[in-house]
């Protein structure tokens, strides 16, 4: 629904109720879910993204006097106007400045490609852009991955700068590093802009490398669920930067680069060397066998057996609940129920402490076990969890 003509029509006409004319041109990127390897993007590691069917999407226009108006059906406020040459980092907006709100996401999209001298002549003219989006947000599904790589997209065709899928999702990243101040990875931006359909994303985080993996579900007669607790505690933030500083500790204190150079041959020797530090030991051996657990992946969906990923999800959840600490009762609920009620494998998706969770079914299976975490959110007196199919979708594209 969210891809279809309807879609961009919707978006189109949106543009136009708020601009006054019809846009150039309308463009999608959705949002993803990992399938495995989670905090190992920034540690140089292995992940293992796929595109969502939903997606946010952008009806734009480019403008010729430096201007940038920004507007979005799923946010109050009404239209945001920025001076291209006026953009700067919401960090250096300083003490009360404006964090930025929504709009600093696709304004740091902007600043970034200024940033890297892509913005010259016609380029640096502006534009209009209206956004409206299928994408639950804050449900740690990447609204804002797929809101940052529409918006490149969408400026790389009306701009004509050829920049490859690759390309700007570094500069989404560099956007939302820089810009916005989240330190997040480049999973998810990758995911957004390099996706394919019916595949899942293998990403060698270091080089950086891609590859696509097919992974067709329904041929196979399996469905991959999303639970979306609709939960997001508020440690989440810190226990990130906190979590990525255990990444760095532990690779300086074993003398390499990054944990990606820890081989999971020599973990054990690797812990011993950390042993005192007993956190230390727990996140280093939680990134050391999520990169494994990645390429144990990989090799099963290559032979044909994608049923028998199922206990390397479960196992990942494990690793994220006990070694580095970033799971909670919500999603060790829907992971403990779906599990006891005949799934093949569950895990939590995303960085942590709520968001959602994957679960991996027989199509037979889909709905009762969803009716049994249903059940079990109940009892426990949580929020009713919503659920859907993760069908492996395209990554960004020109919709109209
Ligand atoms: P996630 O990326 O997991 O959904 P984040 O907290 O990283 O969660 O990003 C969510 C934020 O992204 C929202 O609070 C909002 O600022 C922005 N956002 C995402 N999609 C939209 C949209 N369609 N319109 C306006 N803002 C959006
Ligand atoms: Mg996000």
């Known amino acids: 629904m969210s891809d279809s003509v309807s879609g961009a029509d919707r978006a189109a006409e949106g543009f136009r109720a708020v601009f006054g004319a019809g846009p150039e041109g309308v463009w999608a990127a959705p949002g993803r879910v990992n399938l495995i390897g989670e905090h190992t993007d920034y540690n140089d590691g292995f992940v293992m993204p796929l595109a969502l069917p939903h997606t946010c999407l952008a009806?734009?226009?480019a403008r010729t006097d430096?201007?940038?108006?920004?507007?979005s059906g799923d946010a109050s406020g009404g239209v945001v106007e920025l001076r291209v040459d006026g953009?700067?980092?919401v960090a250096e907006a300083g003490a009360g400045g404006d964090r930025g709100g929504w709009a600093a996401y696709p304004a740091g999209v902007v600043w970034a490609l200024r940033e890297a001298g892509l913005l010259s002549g016609a380029a640096a003219g502006g534009a209009d852009l209206h956004?409206?989006?299928t994408v639950p947000t804050g449900a740690g599904l990447s609204s804002s991955a797929a809101l940052e790589v529409v918006t490149a997209t969408a400026l790389n065709e009306l701009y004509g700068l050829g920049l490859e899928p690759l390309r700007i999702a570094q500069l989404c990243q560099r956007a939302e590093n820089d810009f916005v101040g989240v330190p997040c990875g480049i999973m998810d931006q990758t995911a957004s802009a390099c996706c394919a359909d019916g595949h899942a994303l293998f990403l060698d985080t270091r080089?950086?490398?891609?590859r696509q993996v097919p992974f067709d579900l329904a041929a196979e007669g399996l469905r991959l669920l999303v639970v979306d607790t609709r939960v997001k505690h508020e440690l989440g933030d810190g226990a990130y930067a906190n979590r990525r500083a255990a990444c760095e500790a532990g690779a300086r204190a074993l003398g390499v680069p990054a944990l990606r150079d820890v081989a999971y041959e020599r973990l054990e020797d690797a812990l011993a060397t950390l042993a005192g530090d007993e956190t230390l030991v727990r996140r280093v051996r939680h990134v050391v066998t999520e990169n494994r657990r990645v390429e144990e992946v990989i090799e099963r969906l290559d032979a044909g057996a994608t049923r028998s990923i199922g206990p390397i999800l479960t196992a990942g959840h494990a690793s994220c609940r006990d070694d580095f600490e970033i799971s909670c009762a919500e999603?060790?609920?829907?992971v403990e129920t779906a599990n006891a009620a005949g799934a093949l494998g569950a895990r939590m998706t995303g960085g942590g402490f709520g968001g959602s969770a994957i679960v991996l079914?027989?199509?037979?299976d889909a709905e009762s076990v969803g009716k049994a975490v249903?059940?079990?959110?109940?009892?426990?007196?949580?929020?009713?969890?919503?659920?859907?199919?993760?069908?492996p979708s395209a990554g960004a594209r020109r919709l109209a």
């Open 87 to 89: 953009l700067a980092p």
């Open 331 to 334: 999603l060790d609920l829907v």
């Open 66 to 71: 430096g201007v940038l108006r920004l507007h």
């Open 207 to 210: 080089e950086p490398a891609l």
């Open 59 to 61: 009806a734009a226009r």
């Open 361 to 364: 079914v027989e199509e037979a």
């Open 131 to 133: 956004y409206t989006s």
């Open 374 to 391: 249903t059940e079990a959110f109940a009892a426990a007196g949580y929020r009713t969890p919503r659920i859907f199919p993760a069908v």
